[in-house]
């Protein structure tokens, strides 16, 4: 049997902590930043966990974990 790819796109959008946890970019600071406050793109900044068990499990999946 063939082997499982990576699906490309997760592969750029999550990764795979030591421990086996996903984390994913925060939403919102991709472009049009000029007009968004210092103190909410500083938010912005930084990976945070993926929530809701459904989604972990697919993005897994994609990454073939």
């Known amino acids: 049997m063939p082997k499982m790819k990576t ?3 997760a592969k750029k ?14 939403a919102g600071k991709m472009h049009l930043n000029e007009h968004k406050s210092s103190r909410r793109t500083r938010r912005l900044t930084g990976d945070v966990l993926l929530g809701g068990s459904g989604d972990v499990r697919k993005a897994k999946k994609l990454l073939g974990k």
């Open 7 to 9: 699906h490309s796109g």
């Open 13 to 26: 959008r999550f990764r795979v902590t030591g421990s086996g946890k996903i984390m994913r970019r925060q």
